[in-house]
């Protein structure tokens, strides 16, 4: 398991610690998310892509500035986590979400093969079904990160609006995902896994 505190350093000579994000700073969500990862008993690599993952910028967070993101930025990134992990944290940054879901419901089925798609070209982010499985669980722990509702929050409430979606995938990623999600959603959208 990875020391997320060895790399606080790191975020921080990347201004993470600056950067707003909801009701705290992005450093504390991407703790968060880590954290969560930890607890879904991600890989250790995902752990990591999970700290750094808003180091880009998402589609839901920051996202004007994902067509010029340097080369500098990469690399820094790349010499605190290493080239592998910095690609992770990439394809993260600019995949489109549409094309998650849409490779999601593709992987559900017998040999199906994710379509994850660059939101900036459109073009495909080669990936195979365990690679694509890895940024699902990637997202799912940015999403419970979000956990609880943050009190005068503007933006989508994405468990309410996208519960659904989100409790599907908990169930395909199985156990620890599940126990993952009842732990930090609980009441109405406990996943029941006596039903599971």
Known sequence: MIDAQEYRSELMRLGMHKVAHQDVTLMDHMFRACAILQDMKAKEHICLAGLFHGAYGTEGLHNDDVESIPDWKRAKVRSAV????????????VMSYA???????????????????????????????????????????????????????????????????????????????????????GGELCIDTEQS
């Open 82 to 93: 290493g080239p592998e992990v910095e690609q992770i944290i990439f394809n993260f940054s």
């Open 99 to 185: 094309s998650l879901g849409k490779s999601f419901r593709k992987v559900m089925r017998p040999n199906g093969k994710p379509e994850i798609k660059d939101r900036r070209t459109g073009a495909d982010i080669p990936m195979d079904r365990e690679e694509f499985l890895d940024l699902l669980r990637m997202k799912l722990g940015d999403v419970l990160a979000h956990l609880p509702p943050q009190v005068g929050h503007s933006l989508v409430d994405v468990t309410t609006e996208y519960s659904g979606f989100w409790k599907m995938a908990a169930e395909y990623l199985g156990p620890d995902a599940i126990r993952t999600w009842n732990t930090f959603t």
